[in-house]
């Protein structure tokens, strides 16, 4: 799932308009549409901003190169 559609989704099951998501993470109401309307260029900080309301938190995840290599097959 896209992270802007995972928000947007929780958003809605929480009954929170963007302006009081944005209000409560402490991020722009322009921040928060953009990151739902999928924008690939944000802040992850901000990001986990968002994020952290819901008890999650964007970072990086090491790949398995191996596995990778063998789907490429």
């Known amino acids: ?17 963007q302006q009081d998501l944005a209000e409560k ?3 722009g109401l322009r921040f928060l ?4 309307q999928g924008k690939e260029t944000i802040r992850l900080d ?10 999650y938190e964007v970072g ?3 790949l398995n190169r191996n596995h ?3 789907e490429e097959s």
Do not use: C, S, W
């Open 33 to 36: 549409r953009e990151l739902e």
């Open 1 to 17: 799932m896209q992270l802007g559609k995972f928000v947007k989704e929780k958003r809605g099951l929480t009954n929170l308009t």
């Open 46 to 55: 901000k990001v986990n901003q968002v994020m952290n309301l819901f008890g």
């Open 68 to 70: 990778l290599a063998n």
């Open 60 to 62: 990086a995840v090491p």
């Open 25 to 27: 993470a402490g991020v």
